[in-house]
């Protein structure tokens, strides 16, 4: 099916994470944030999604945002059955020539059919530098292939 009009009506986000501030070498630099438990079911069993983290951070010349995440899923509410279906670290920005401000939206292509009732995605902020290297990040699971369409 192609659909050029309204995507909106075929697809679905979701927060996958809260948001987080990091300082190089300081709070929130290599803090593991922590996901919210999805439940599919209640979404209409999503096959497929999007892990996008969108970020802004001021770097240093040639310093680095990586971000390291984790999906999992499970059968139980609790995911105390959790195992992981992906996980990677990625680069998520390097400072230009001279240091500045670097925006962005990192995008991890998710399959979720093999994945149980629930979910959760978690994510940790990873500055190269150390000091005065900063970042703000938060986390959207945009889910679509669902059973029916989201409401």
Avoid at 122 to 148: K, N, Q, V, W
């Amino acid at each position: 099916m192609i659909q050029t009009r309204d995507i909106g009506a075929l697809i679905l986000p979701l927060r996958a994470a809260g948001n987080a501030a990091a300082t190089a070498g300081g709070a929130g630099d290599g803090t593991a944030v922590p996901g919210a438990i999805l439940d599919r079911a209640a979404h209409g069993m999503p096959q497929s999604g999007v892990l996008a983290v969108p970020f802004t951070a001021t770097l240093a010349a040639g310093e680095t945002l990586s971000v390291t995440y984790t999906l999992e899923e499970g059968e139980a509410e609790d995911l105390s059955d959790a195992t992981v279906m992906a996980t990677d670290t990625v680069t998520a920005a390097t400072g230009p020539a001279g240091g500045g401000t670097v925006t962005g939206c990192l995008r991890i292509n998710v399959k979720l059919r093999a994945g149980g009732r629930y979910l959760r995605c978690g994510y940790t902020p990873e500055l190269s530098a150390g000091g005065s290297d900063t970042a703000e990040l938060s986390a959207l699971l945009i889910c679509g292939g669902m059973d029916r369409v989201p409401q």
